[in-house]
């Protein structure tokens, strides 16, 4: 079906720049936004558009609405969908690209997209469309990220439409906007790579060096050659996010290659999940037959991916070796990475004696009985300060007592010579009271089918600053119910 050109709505103070349109279009199809009828707002990040820069108000104007909607253009934004490729569970998919997302341009350091905005030339057999469901889920997940700390697109609003939309069963359309420095990902290497378009590889590298990795011009190590230091610097971030993500307890749900951030991003929110009971093998995408994805896994599969990347990367690097040498860091990186987020959780230094024995103990204490695990740190982080405190019953999670109150005590131990007033403020800080569970993000999802977004507002408010106690909304730090363990997050998101 064809639809009239849009209409343009003013975005003052936004000063649009259009640099990865400029690499030419090897890399992208210009094309506008698909319209859906009468669209509402369903979420709102007013903190972010003030980070923006945008207008007091934006995200209750009709024009904003509209335009974030996919049914009008925002003034000076150049939509398109951009091309790449990539390997999905572990087999290469060959050409995939932007099926249902749409980059509007630069605007106050940031890529916009609108995901769920319609089809692409890259949809493939997909409708283009995101639905209500999964678009509040993505909404949340990734404010509540960047609130922990954890490198992450953002997520600017969510706006729906009663327009249907078919998946395992006929849901309602939505349309996120959500922002980046940028959105290249593994994939867009692999693309080029595979289909034998060097010089088009080499404009990509060398925009991504000089935009986001100048340093890799300096480097001295792997002969001075600068996309062998792409790739370790790549590396280097990789590794530090899984770090992140483990010590959360995040599970991504779908590392393909194409949704891997060449910044270093958590990216594409589809099947993700938060552990509630701590098991290591938990796989949280229904998808996922053969748990190539479960939670352990994570890491080792980053690792596979980046030696994707680096196969992409060989025709400029030329020397294998120099790829290898770029990819081994990752086994030192993230190990260290990973002990200095445990550390924090524990309140305790890096160098701590034991630091090591601590972690591996209380892990394997944690996984034995799938004790909660954002619960278990929190409590944790107040039972130093006050073991007899109600919010710091560590001992009520576990059955088997005596073995935990040993642990408790060999970590009591480890604090023996400081203020455990300071050190349990520390892990305070480190150790959120609020992720984004199943459960809550089905209850706002449900409320929203409703028309009730209160439960959205709610969520974001508190996910916002996840270390806050927030008394008020005690009931999202409660244990899940059982029904929580029923709930089925897959691909078709």
């Known amino acids: 079906m064809q639809f009239p050109p849009l209409t343009t709505v003013p975005s003052p103070g936004l000063r649009w720049q259009h640099s990865f349109a400029g690499l030419g279009e090897d890399f992208y199809v ?21 980070e923006l820069g945008l207008a007091p108000g934006a995200l209750q104007d009709e024009g904003w609405l509209q335009a974030l909607a996919g049914n009008a253009l925002l003034e000076g934004s150049q939509p398109l969908a951009s091309v790449y490729s990539g390997h999905q569970f572990g087999v ?12 509007l341009g630069e605007a106050s350091g940031q890529e916009w997209q609108l995901k769920g905005a319609g089809l692409t030339p890259f949809s493939r057999m997909g409708d283009g469309r995101a639905v209500l469901r999964s678009s509040i889920r993505e909404f949340l997940c990734s404010e509540v990220m960047h609130a ?25 359309a939505a349309v996120v906007t959500r922002l980046a420095p940028s959105f290249i990902r593994f994939g867009h290497f692999e693309h080029f790579s595979h289909t034998q378009q060097h010089d088009a590889l080499k404009v990509l590298s060398d925009y991504v060096i000089d935009r986001f990795y100048p340093n890799c011009r300096k480097d001295g190590r792997f002969g001075g050659n600068p996309y062998a230091a792409l790739l370790a610097a790549v590396t280097e971030r990789t590794a530090r996010l899984l770090a992140q993500w483990q010590s959360v307890g995040f599970c991504h749900g779908v590392m393909n290659t194409d949704n891997m951030s060449i910044l270093g991003l958590t990216i594409d929110y589809g099947p993700f999940q938060f552990l509630d009971g701590y098991n290591p093998a938990h796989i949280c995408n229904h998808s996922d037959h053969q748990g190539r994805y479960a939670f352990h896994r994570q890491p080792s599969i980053a690792y596979w991916n980046l030696f994707c990347l680096g196969q992409a990367l060989l025709p400029l690097i030329d020397e294998q070796e120099n790829a290898i040498a770029a990819l081994e860091p990752f086994k030192e990186i993230y ?15 890096p160098e701590t004696e034991g630091l090591t024995g601590l972690i591996e103990q209380v892990l394997q204490r944690l996984a034995a009985e799938q004790v909660d695990f954002t619960q278990f740190w929190r409590r944790l982080s107040h039972w130093l300060a006050n073991p007899e405190a109600p919010e710091g019953q560590v001992l009520d999670l576990f059955v088997d007592r005596a073995a935990i109150q040993t642990w408790l005590n060999d970590f009591s131990a480890s604090h023996a010579a400081e203020d455990r007033a300071a050190a349990s403020a520390r892990m305070l800080a480190a150790n959120p009271k609020f992720v984004l569970r199943n459960h809550l993000g089905e209850l706002a999802i449900r409320a929203a089918g409703q028309k009730d977004y209160s439960a959205v507002a709610a969520l974001l408010k508190v996910l916002q600053s996840p270390f806050d106690e927030h008394p008020e909304h005690a009931d999202f730090a409660a244990l899940p119910p059982d029904w929580a363990a029923s709930i089925a997050i897959s691909c078709s998101s």
Request: some cysteine.
């Open 148 to 172: 922990l700390g954890i490198p992450t697109t953002r997520a600017l609003c969510v706006t729906g439409s009663d327009l249907p939309v078919r998946r395992e069963v006929v849901e309602t």
């Open 92 to 103: 290469w998919a060959g050409q995939l690209g932007d099926g249902r997302a749409i980059l």
């Open 30 to 50: 210009p094309l506008q936004p698909t319209p859906v009828p009468a669209p509402y707002w369903v979420g709102c990040n007013q903190g972010l558009a003030s």
């Open 335 to 349: 190990p260290q990475a990973l002990q200095r987020c445990f550390a924090a959780k524990l309140g305790l230094a």
